[in-house]
C-alpha cells in the first residue's frame, strides 16, 4: 500500500536533508550570513513527519495526502520551503489514485501533478532550481513509464536524473556558475529524493513504526474537553515527593533495568524504566532528583533530563485554568476593519514598527525565516477583518503569500517590503479610513522611493557585483541587492556606500539602524562622520538591534 511506504519512507528522506542542511545552506551564492536553504527544508520536512506520524496507522493515501499538504504548508519557511511544500502537496495529491502495489504510470504521473502544482505556486520560475530538477525527474519518468521500465529500476533512474539536473543548474542559471556552484534548493530536493528511494528499496535500515498513541489520546481529549468544563482545583495537597524526573537513558554492558527499577523505588515512587538496551526511558517521582542521576550515571549516560517540580506546576495549571476561564468570560472584541503585521529581526526594529501602526510584530529576518503557521497566527491576533503583512525580507514574501491563500476567517493582503526601512514609509502611507486594496497599492507606491543599503560580513569567498574580490570576513555594504562597497571596517564600508548612493541619486533623508553589534559610542560617531560628509543629509537614527547586520539604512 502506497500510503505505508510513504510514512516508513518520509522520515527517512527528512533525516538525510537535516543531516545534510548544513551543506546545503553552505551552497548559498550571495555571501552574506543568510544561506539557510538546508535548514527551511529541513523545518518543513520535520513537519511533515509529525504531522503524518500522528495519523492512525491504518490511514490511506487520501488522509496521508492531507497531512502532508497541510504539515508542509503550516511548516514553510523561507522560499526554499515553501516550494518544497508545493512540490510535496502535487506529488502526494497525485499518489492519491495510485494501483496497489504502485506502477511506473502512477510514479509519472505524480511527478506530472508535482510539477503543475510547484510552477503554478511561482509567479516568475527561475531556470536552475528546484523547479527545473523536479520538471527533469518529471520527464524522466514519463519516458521511464513509456519504455514500461519496472518500478525498481524507475526510481533509481530518477535518482540520477536528479543529481543530473543539479549538475546541471550553473548552466542555466549565470550566478551559480560564477560561483562555483550548485544550487542550493536543488541540491537539497535531490537529497531528498534519493534518501526516499533508497529506504524504499530496502538499502537503509527496517521501516519505522510509528506510535498512533499520541494522536488517539488528543483526539479523546479533545472529544471530552467538548462536553466536561474543567474544574478549578485549589486543595491540591501535595505528594510525599515533590519532583518528577524524567530522561532518556544510554545503557553500558551490564545493566540491570529491574535492579535499576528496585533502587528507584527506594528513592521515590511512580518509578519506570522502560526500552531495550542500550536505550531506556526513565520516570521516577523524588524529593533528590540529585541522587536519582548520580544512582543512574553508575551504568550510563543520561541526556534530555527534565525535572518538574509537580506543587508548583499545579499551582501554575490553577491560575492558568482560572484566567483562561476569565478571558473566556469576558465577551470577544470586535474586529477592526484593518489590522498590520510586520515581521522584524531587532527589539528597537518592533519598537519601530509598533510606534507606526503595527499590531503584531512576528520575530524572525535572515536567518529565522517564519513560517506560514506563524504568519497566519499573528494575522488572527491582530483581529481585523483585512490585515497588511510586511514580510521585509525577499525569502519571507512567498510564506507571507501562502498565509494569505490559506486565510479562511479573514483578507491577508502582501505587501512585498523587502527590508524594515522599506516598512517605515510603507506605513506613513496608511490611510485607516481607506480599504485593504487602496492602502497597499499606496504602499507600494511608498518603498518604490525608497532606496536601501546593509552593512555585513561576508560568510565565505566570493566577489562583489564589479568583480571585485570578496574574503570570508570581509565587511560588505549592499545595496539594491548587490554589493557594492568591500572593505574591512564597518563604519567606512557604511560611509562609503551611503557617499555611493547619493552620488548615485541624491536623497533628502537617512533612516539609520544600528545592529546589536554595535554598542551606542560607535553608532553616535558613524552619524556624526555622515553628517559631516553629507550635510544635507537628515539623519533620523535608531537602535535597531537586528543580528549579523551592524548597519541597515535607507535613504528618502
Known amino acids: 500500500m502506497i500510503a505505508n511506504v510513504i510514512r516508513s519512507c518520509f522520515p527517512v528522506a527528512a533525516q538525510a536533508v537535516a543531516d545534510k542542511s548544513e551543506d546545503i545552506n553552505k551552497l548559498n551564492v550571495f555571501p552574506v550570513p543568510d544561506g539557510d536553504t538546508g535548514t527551511n527544508m529541513s523545518l518543513t520536512l520535520g513537519t511533515v513527519v509529525r504531522e503524518v506520524a500522528a495519523l492512525p496507522a491504518d490511514s490511506d493515501m487520501a488522509a496521508v495526502a492531507k497531512a502532508i499538504t497541510h504539515g508542509s504548508l503550516m511548516g514553510a519557511r523561507g522560499n526554499s520551503g515553501v516550494i518544497t511544500s508545493q512540490i510535496l502537496r502535487g506529488m502526494a495529491e497525485g499518489l492519491v489514485g495510485a494501483h496497489d502495489p504502485v506502477t511506473a504510470d502512477d510514479i509519472a504521473v505524480a511527478f506530472r501533478n508535482s510539477v503543475k502544482v510547484a510552477f503554478k505556486a511561482v509567479r516568475k520560475p527561475v531556470e536552475g532550481t528546484i523547479l527545473t530538477v523536479i520538471r527533469d525527474i518529471s520527464s524522466r519518468a514519463d519516458r521511464c513509464a513509456k519504455e514500461k521500465m519496472g518500478v525498481p529500476e524507475m526510481l533509481e533512474a530518477l535518482v540520477v536524473e536528479a543529481y543530473e539536473s543539479v549538475a546541471r543548474t550553473p548552466d542555466l542559471l549565470p550566478v551559480l556558475k560564477e560561483n562555483g556552484v550548485v544550487d542550493s534548493g536543488a541540491y537539497g530536493f535531490a537529497t531528498f529524493v534519493e534518501a526516499f528511494v533508497n529506504a524504499a528499496l530496502g538499502k537503509v535500515g527496517a521501516a519505522i513504526d510509528f506510535d498512533t498513541s499520541v494522536a488517539t489520546a488528543s483526539g479523546a481529549h479533545n472529544a471530552a474537553d467538548a462536553r466536561v468544563a474543567i474544574e478549578l482545583n485549589d486543595d491540591w495537597e501535595g505528594s510525599e515527593y515533590r519532583y518528577c524526573n524524567e530522561f532518556l537513558f544510554k545503557a553500558e554492558e551490564g545493566f540491570d533495568p529491574d535492579a535499576a527499577l528496585a533502587h528507584l523505588a527506594t528513592l521515590g515512587d511512580c518509578e519506570l524504566v522502560v526500552g531495550s538496551f542500550p536505550d531506556f526511558k526513565v ?216 557617499n555611493k548612493m547619493q552620488a548615485e541619486q541624491e536623497g533628502d533623508t537617512l533612516t539609520i539602524l544600528a545592529g546589536q553589534d554595535m554598542d551606542d559610542e560607535r553608532f553616535e560617531a558613524l552619524c556624526d562622520r555622515i553628517e559631516d560628509a553629507q550635510p544635507d543629509l537628515e539623519v533620523d537614527a535608531h537602535r535597531g538591534g537586528q543580528p549579523l547586520y551592524p548597519v541597515i539604512f535607507s535613504i528618502e
Open 283 to 498: 520516570h521516577v517521582h523524588s524529593n533528590e532528583p540529585n541522587r536519582v542521576l548520580e544512582y543512574m550515571l553508575k551504568y550510563g549516560q543520561v541526556y534530555e533530563v527534565f525535572i518538574h517540580n509537580m506543587d508548583m506546576e499545579a499551582h501554575d495549571r490553577t491560575a492558568g485554568i482560572a484566567a483562561d476561564q476569565a478571558a473566556a468570560a469576558k465577551p470577544a472584541e470586535p474586529r477592526k476593519q484593518l489590522g498590520f503585521v510586520a515581521v522584524a529581526a531587532g527589539d528597537g526594529e518592533a519598537e519601530i514598527l509598533k510606534s507606526l501602526g503595527v499590531d503584531v510584530v512576528v520575530s524572525g529576518g535572515q536567518t529565522m525565516n517564519p513560517s506560514t503557521a506563524d504568519i497566519l497566527d499573528a494575522a488572527a491576533v491582530a483581529n481585523a477583518e483585512s490585515v497588511i503583512v510586511l514580510p521585509n525580507n525577499g525569502n519571507i514574501r512567498m510564506a507571507a503569500e501562502a498565509a494569505a491563500s490559506a486565510s479562511e476567517d479573514f483578507k491577508i493582503v502582501v505587501v512585498p517590503t523587502k527590508t524594515v526601512p522599506q516598512a517605515f514609509a510603507a506605513m506613513f502611507a496608511v490611510d485607516v479610513d481607506a480599504s485593504a486594496e487602496d492602502n497597499a497599492e499606496a504602499m507600494v507606491e511608498a518603498i518604490a522611493e525608497v532606496r536601501d543599503g546593509e552593512v555585513t560580513h561576508a560568510v565565505r569567498d566570493s566577489q562583489a557585483a564589479d568583480g571585485t574580490p570578496i574574503h570570508d570576513g570581509d565587511i560588505m555594504g549592499i545595496a539594491g541587492g548587490d554589493i557594492a562597497i568591500v572593505g574591512s571596517d564597518v563604519e567606512q564600508v557604511t560611509l562609503d556606500l551611503i
